[in-house]
């Protein structure tokens, strides 16, 4: 069975986590079909996902860093959402196989006097599950420009850019689930 997955990070805190897979599924797993898969230009590049803030809404982080140095760094970090399309929840909470926005926190502004909220967009990364395509299985990407827009389509970074960490750190098929309580699984 040929495994796909999307997982989409949306600078300001809103992270995207996509599952899916493609092929014939068992009968006693919840269904794919209909489900976005990815979709590719034709040098290979990963076209952006549509309506991904319609898909299920597992967490947020504030602040997540995998970086050293990050606890020295002013304010509380990004704001980052997961969300993962419908069909790819459900077959995760069932089999536990396998887009983010982030976005500038905003604080003291207008009647705002403690806390923090979504402000400035940032950007839209994206990681993307295809054994098909990526000889680890796993690619990640980034759609921001240089501007702070989002470009149509993105390459994937270099392998010891994001793969490594997710190899050795993630709890659940290169995923930290483990930041998302939704995606626990009543582990």
Known sequence: MRNIAIAATLIA????????????????????????VPTYTAEGDLIRPEDYRTWVFVGAALGLSYSEGA?????????????????????????????????RPGSRESINQAGYFEKDFLGMEVA?????????????????D???????????????RCYDCHAEHAATDNVFTQFYPMLQRGE
């Open 13 to 36: 805190l809103i992270a995207v986590l996509v599952a899916a897979a493609q092929g014939p599924v068992a009968d006693a797993k919840p269904s794919l079909d209909g489900m976005a």
């Open 146 to 160: 240089r501007s702070g827009g989002l470009r149509d389509s993105a390459s994937a970074f270099p392998k010891d």
């Open 71 to 103: 606890d020295e760094r002013e304010g509380p970090g990004a704001f980052t959402n997961v969300y993962i399309q419908p069909e790819a929840y459900r077959y995760f909470m069932d089999t536990g196989e396998f887009p983010m926005e982030i976005y």
């Open 128 to 144: 993307v599950k295809d054994s098909d395509r990526y000889e680890e299985g796993w690619a990640y990407l980034s759609f921001r």
